[in-house]
């Protein structure tokens, strides 16, 4: 049975409850990306402490990488695509549970923990939830989200001109300054995927959600694991 919790919040000026999004524990309708791409490569990030807050963080209790069935069957179609010019996925988020944007709100309104500062080398840390790098509510709570990059099918390196979650304008899919071969490796990744069905955002060349999630307005907490 599906366990649901309606998060309440007030209608501004009055004490009547607007009813908004859900949160679901309900992990039936989600499966491991390397139970369908059998050639991925995974590094996930938030299970060690290689990551801008410097901690594991709430909910990574394994090193695996889950999305909603219907996002894992378009990813498996870039996969391909992919495959087939010499490439294959490496993954480093999917879905996220909600207690790990609660870690990392947590974390941001901490003023003694500076975390991995490689992360935001030119902002202070109080720039990233005010700038919306990091949000109170994220995509891949939702289930349809993944942060990738592509490497070479032996496992060789493909520059990408920057890091993932590095929190800088380097980041951005069009950023000016990257070499014409990163803009290449770039538009080979933001193809395949927007051909799969994926669409990006204009913050990080990484980051792409199933245009047609089949949970636009749930978020889901249960552990990765």
Same mark, same amino acid.
């Given at each position: $049975?599906?366990?649901?919790?309606?998060?309440?919040?007030?209608?501004? *000026? @009055?004490?009547?409850?607007? %009813?908004?999004?859900?949160?679901?524990?309900?992990? +039936?309708?989600?499966?491991?990306?390397?139970? !369908?791409?059998?050639?991925?490569?995974?590094?996930?990030?938030?299970? &060690?402490?290689?990551?801008?807050? *410097?901690?594991?963080?709430?909910?990574?209790?394994?090193?695996?990488? #889950?999305?909603?069935?219907?996002?894992?069957?378009?990813?498996? =179609?870039?996969?391909?695509?992919?495959?087939?010019?010499?490439?294959?996925?490496?993954? %480093?988020?999917? #879905?996220?549970?909600?207690?790990?944007?609660?870690?990392?709100?947590? %974390?941001?309104?901490?003023?003694?923990?500076?975390?991995?500062? +490689?992360?935001?080398?030119?902002?202070? =840390?109080?720039?990233?939830?005010?700038?919306?790098?990091? $949000?109170?509510? &994220?995509?891949?709570?939702? *289930? &349809?989200?993944?942060?990738? +990059?592509?490497?070479?099918?032996?496992?060789?390196? !493909?520059? $990408? *001109?920057? @890091?993932?979650?590095? /929190?800088?304008?380097? &980041?951005?899919?069009? #950023?000016?300054?990257?070499?014409?071969?990163?803009?290449?490796?770039?538009?080979?990744?933001?193809?395949? $995927?927007?051909?799969?069905?994926?669409?990006?955002?204009?913050?990080? %060349?990484?980051?792409?959600?199933? =245009?047609?999630?089949? #949970?636009?307005?749930?978020? /889901?907490?249960?552990? !990765?694991?």
């Amino acid at each position: $049975m599906k366990k649901f919790l309606l998060v309440a919040i007030l209608c501004a *000026g @009055t004490s009547i409850p607007a %009813w908004a999004d859900t949160i679901s524990y309900d992990k +039936t309708d989600f499966a491991e990306i390397s139970s !369908v791409i059998d050639d991925a490569a995974f590094d996930i990030r938030y299970y &060690s402490p290689n990551n801008f807050t *410097g901690n594991k963080i709430d909910g990574y209790k394994a090193p695996r990488a #889950y999305l909603t069935k219907a996002a894992l069957t378009a990813l498996a =179609k870039a996969a391909e695509d992919l495959r087939t010019q010499g490439y294959r996925l490496l993954i %480093w988020d999917s #879905y996220r549970p909600q207690k790990a944007v609660d870690n990392f709100v947590k %974390w941001i309104n901490d003023p003694e923990d500076t975390g991995d500062k +490689t992360f935001y080398p030119a902002l202070q =840390k109080s720039d990233l939830l005010a700038g919306n790098y990091i $949000m109170a509510k &994220s995509g891949h709570t939702r *289930g &349809s989200t993944v942060d990738l +990059t592509i490497i070479k099918k032996d496992g060789g390196f !493909v520059d $990408m *001109g920057g @890091t993932f979650d590095l /929190f800088s304008e380097v &980041s951005h899919p069009d #950023y000016a300054d990257a070499t014409e071969e990163q803009k290449h490796n770039r538009q080979i990744l933001h193809n395949a $995927m927007i051909k799969a069905g994926f669409q990006g955002i204009d913050s990080e %060349w990484w980051h792409f959600t199933l =245009k047609d999630e089949p #949970y636009p307005n749930t978020y /889901f907490d249960f552990d !990765v694991e």
